[in-house]
């Protein structure tokens, strides 16, 4: 008689599988250390896609297993989504910023909006790793970031949220000063009491003076 033993590798869900579930992250202040830096604690093995969930518009290829987080947008309206920190499993995450009515426990997707989504920033040794810039947010307001891997890689992750200057991606100071160039990100840390760091001697020099 022979006797066949069939073995087979399964995942359990992660915890933030469902939207609903999402794991709400600490938004960091301006120029912080990323709050997971040098440790993995995430992972999308075993996750699926739920019914009308959608990939975001620059996944090159979607991948299925995607888990979420959530987080409340900070004052100064601005924020960046990281996963790109060497060191996970997941080799090739993909991150989009999704706003919209949660309605749980049965989410309807339609309602949801993309914000910014991000597929590969860094390439180097054979990474793919994802990183969303300066996207500006209305304080106060729940955000949801979807998370998942290119062509359904898994494997742990660092996801990292902090506040940002929009001076990353150019937009307008939205502070109610005059804007004079890129450096308003500068007047803008200045307003609302940050110490803003790094800032090159040519920002400096081009500080909007108070009107
Ligand atoms: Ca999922
Ligand atoms: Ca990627």
């Known amino acids: 008689m022979l006797c066949l033993i069939i073995s087979t590798i399964t995942f359990a869900q992660p915890t933030n599988n469902d939207i609903c579930n999402a794991i709400p992250i600490f938004v960091n202040p301006i120029g912080s250390s990323p709050n997971c830096f040098g440790q993995f604690p995430y992972d999308n093995a075993g996750a699926n896609d739920e019914v009308g969930e959608m ?30 920190f060497f060191g996970g499993t997941n080799i090739d995450t993909q991150i989009a910023i999704w706003e ?20 590969d920033v860094n390439t180097v040794s054979g990474n793919f790793l994802s990183e969303i810039p300066a ?14 891997g290119w062509n359904g890689r898994t494997g742990t992750f660092c996801l990292d949220i902090a506040a940002a200057s929009p001076c990353n991606n150019n937009f307008a100071c939205e502070m109610g000063e005059t804007v004079c160039s890129c450096s308003d990100c500068f007047c803008a840390a200045q307003i609302v009491g940050i110490e803003w760091p790094a800032l090159s001697p040519t920002d400096t020099a081009l500080y909007c003076p108070e009107e």
């Open 55 to 84: 990939p975001a518009s620059c996944y090159g290829i979607p991948g299925a297993q995607t888990v979420w987080f959530s987080f409340v947008a900070p004052f100064n309206g601005y924020v960046t989504v990281s996963t790109n």
């Open 135 to 148: 996207t500006a947010v209305i304080p106060g307001v729940t955000y949801y970031v979807q998370a998942a």
């Open 100 to 119: 919209g009515t949660i309605n749980c426990p049965t989410p309807n997707f339609n309602s949801f909006t993309e914000i910014a989504c991000s597929e």
